[in-house]
């Protein structure tokens, strides 16, 4: 662009137009021609550099909630590596939106694996209960409160879908957000402390997150402990199965 091209498109004053094309000159960032002004190489490097800040800038901010349920984790969560997720937000008007996500992610899906320190939202019950006694193989890691929830809210379709043999649940006390690893996509989701919702939930299908997120779950999974099948009955009012720890 010549200089009346740039004073335009920034809607800034000739005097300042000139002004600045001029330090970017100085700074051998920039270089004026017949045809207008243009980078350098010099120019070209530090533009994509300060973009690439810029991103990584808007993404972290996006990400706010999540950066502070996933601090600590090991391997550390990269921002970078969802850049490109979808990210839906509980809204006043729809406070189920990312549940909702959550949900087509799994009707689309033929595997589940993950992490969840909540009850299912009841109003998708019955959507997972289907899915998962109809060939969804799951492998998921639940807080002690949301087994419990599980067993003594819907014993006859919890047995149903053991029973079944798609369906693996394991517990553990200390799951500081949410996680779920479908066919195509990964995502992660944190949960509202006055309501129980999910607040935020993003998903990508990047392949370093999902190396990020298999890594997490595996971590997980090994310290959790299985809900495996006994002739006594545990704390949990559920015939036939239990859970061998503490919890």
């Not at 009346?4 to 094309?21: G, N, Y």
């Not at 402390?193 to 997120?213: F, K, S």
Request: glycine share 6%.
């Amino acid at each position: 662009m010549d200089r009346h091209e740039l004073q335009e498109h920034l809607d800034v004053s000739r005097p300042t137009i000139h002004r600045l094309t001029r330090a970017l000159e100085d700074q051998k960032l920039v270089i004026r021609t017949d045809e207008g002004c243009s980078l350098t190489a010099l120019g070209e490097t530090i533009t994509e550099a300060l973009a690439e800040f810029e991103r990584a800038t808007e993404t972290a901010e996006r990400f706010a909630p999540i950066l502070t349920a996933v601090t600590g984790q090991d391997p550390p969560f990269d921002p970078a590596a969802f850049a490109d997720a979808t990210i839906t937000l509980a809204e006043p008007g729809n406070p189920y939106r990312p549940v909702e996500r959550f949900m087509e992610l799994m009707e689309a899906s033929e595997t589940l694996r993950g992490l969840d320190p909540a009850p299912i939202n009841p109003l998708h019950v019955e959507e997972v209960y289907t899915r998962v006694r109809d060939g969804m193989d799951t492998d998921a890691v639940f807080s002690p409160e949301a087994i419990r929830s599980l067993l003594t809210t819907y014993p006859d379709r919890m047995a149903t879908v053991f029973e079944s043999g798609h369906l693996t649940l394991r517990t553990h006390s200390n799951l500081p957000f949410g996680l779920s690893l479908c066919d195509d996509r990964v995502g992660v989701g944190v949960y509202g402390d006055d309501t129980g919702l999910l607040r935020i939930y993003v998903d990508t299908d990047a392949p370093a997150a999902r190396q990020w997120a298999e890594e997490i779950y595996t971590g997980y999974r090994a310290e959790a402990t299985e809900l495996t099948k006994h002739t006594e009955f545990s704390e949990f009012p559920f015939v036939g199965y239990q859970v061998d720890s503490e919890d």
